[in-house]
């Protein structure tokens, strides 16, 4: 790996976790004249969150010529999932029985690390240590900064390097600050968040992965590497905070009640750890000389137990738009090549999020309980030709399953439209958070947002008004499903 990176670049790759890297793998493969760098923030040696795998990572590895970075003497193969979800009968998803093989417990850091090291040894120039700053497009190239994490620890005066490059690839986490510098505005679909230890592993421990849900959440815990076990507890943020599931006393208290798990070896060695783990969805995933891959594009409950598969497919994609982008000299071709890629991303989150409702629909013990009700939705409780109106009691509350902007957008579109009926606001909102040239989101998120607000008491809803009979039947026929 490169220490710092040189002054010019063709494409500039922001992140070296497994999307960013995949995107930089599949561009070599397809062009060996692009010059591409990748730029780090961190070193490689802390622990990353994101190890169990399904099966299936091995043949999208192979399209990039990673297979062989499956050691079973660095990671440990995973047998299955065993769970309780929907009823108190334990479940076992063998992975023997499936058709793509097995999964994975992953040592994260050393999975990215040695994805890092194949990336340099094909001529891709990976620097550790360069965190992103800032951006901006002169004359059509951009001019990226980044601090030296070294140099800024050594209370070095001159912390900041500076490159060149023609396109720009935003695989920077969640956090997508170069997407957000260009305009973009993430869409979060709820506030969970992972509490965290980890533990000696029992050498009787079989190689499972465990979910067990309860009133407040779910638990999991995996085997990994090492000798370890990764426990966890799953909440939305202010549960947690409500609840005190941060103190380790009540966090062991409550995986002692929902996972076999003894009292004795869920005594961590260290303080617990936080995680974000919400969902989140970024529409604007392209622009001019520059594209969103991984969690920057959007991030998966960490149920799905598909974020890095995720992000390496989509890195795939990106490759592949990016060789395309650069093979042509025309503006529309170019352009099109973005769109691909974009609706290529928006087919997998459409698909994501189906198995989303769909999966949190299977537990329905605790219906009533604020971290279920948001997320068990029933499209039938709200009729498309009834009115909303804001509480103004609770107008100024937060409500951690948004982002501000989200809040805003609801208030001031129903504000707005007092007159006007439910599926008029679902229309409103989905032309203000979908752009031209954004992902497609699904008419049933923006509804399960406003049906999740109503059970809140942040939207009041009315009976019906004299509407036109012509609407009414316009309204029934885009819903009847529904």
Known sequence: MQAAPKANYDVCVIGGGPAGLATALQLRAAN??????????????????????APGLESVLQAIGAEHLLSEHKHLPSAGVSSCWGSSEVHTNDFLLFPRGRGW?????????????????RGIHVCTGYRFKQSKYVQSNWQLSFTCEQAKANNTTNSEVSLSCAFVVD???????????????????????????????????????????????????????NNKRIVALMTDSDIASAKHYKQITVWQNTLCNVTNISQHALLPKQPLNVWPAYSVVNPQITGSHWLAVGDAAMCYDPLSSQGITKSLVQGIYAGHALSDWFASSLSESKQQALRTYANSCSSGFQNYYAKWCEYYKLENRWQSAT??????????DLNPNHYLTVNTHLKNKYWPYLTNWQQTAVCETVDAAPDKP?????????????????????????????????????????????????????????????
């Not at 060996?32 to 795998?53: D, F, K």
């Not at 990215?112 to 340099?120: E, G, Q, R, V, Y």
């Not at 969640?174 to 679909?189: D, M, N, V, Y």
């Open 32 to 53: 060996s004249h692009i010059s591409i760098v990748v730029m780090e923030a961190s070193n490689y040696l802390q622990p990353r969150v994101g190890e169990s795998i």
């Open 105 to 121: 417990h992953l040592n994260r850091s050393v999975f990215d690390k040695d994805l890092a090291t194949l990336a340099s040894e």
């Open 171 to 225: 695989a920077g986490g969640r956090t997508a600050k170069f997407a957000k510098q260009q305009g973009s505005k993430t869409i979060q679909l709820d506030s969970l968040i992972c509490i965290y230890s980890y533990v000696n592993r029992n050498h009787l421990d079989k190689p499972f992965a465990e979910i067990n849900p309860f009133a407040d959440g779910w638990s999991y815990s995996a085997p990994l590497p």
């Open 371 to 380: 971290f279920w009700r948001r997320r068990i939705f029933n499209l039938a």
């Open 422 to 482: 439910l599926w008029h606001i679902v229309n409103r909102l989905k032309e203000q958070w979908q752009k031209p040239g954004a992902l497609k989101l699904p008419d049933e998120y923006i509804i399960n947002v406003l049906l999740a607000l109503t059970r809140e008491g942040f939207l009041e809803v009315s009976v019906e008004k004299k509407v036109q009979q012509d609407v009414l039947q316009k309204a029934g026929q885009r819903y009847a499903h529904n």
